[in-house]
């Protein structure tokens, strides 16, 4: 058996018994304050298609590493006493419109807690009414993306709802000037 299905296998596993969920997509783990990550774990699709490969080092060690450090900074009682940090980590399949979309679903809570009735404007097709979910968690901070260019369009993006955002991955502009 090769190496990356024994490693997948293995965080299926630890995922499930830290008490995270998983959807398409995404990762969660429950906290007292979300932070939100973006990790191209899956390459850029083709033929329409919204992802491609999986990206093992590059994006499923870099997802990795950020619930390696949440569970680290968790389980130290000293470090944060009396607040667990949770996470809402999400792939943008290397691509930056697709980075932004996933972005923006870190604002819902901000945009549906400021009371503006937009689900009585929801029409769905046939006259079904919407599906009404949980409310998404409020994300604090969002670290990521990798490539510059897509840090800055998230890091635009959420500075409009005053959420901080930051890189685990930086690289320099030409002429060797960084931006950050």
Known sequence: MGRLPV????LAWWLSQAG???????????????LGGLFPVHARGAAGRACGALKKEQGVHRLEAMLYALDRV?????LLPGV?????????CSRDTYALE???????ALIRG????DEASVRCPGG????????PERVVAVVGAS???????????LRLFAVRAGVYHRSSLPGGRYLY
């Open 7 to 10: 490693l997948l296998l293995w």
């Open 74 to 78: 968790n389980a130290d009682p000293e």
């Open 114 to 117: 400021r009371g503006d009735g």
């Open 20 to 34: 995270i969920a998983c959807g398409a997509g995404s990762v969660r783990l429950a906290g007292g304050l979300t």
């Open 128 to 135: 079904v009414p919407p599906l009404r979910s949980a409310p």
């Open 84 to 92: 667990r940090l949770g996470a809402r980590l999400l792939d943008t």
């Open 147 to 157: 490539a510059s260019s897509v840090s800055i369009m998230v890091a635009n993006v």
């Open 102 to 108: 996933q972005a923006l679903s870190f604002v819902q």
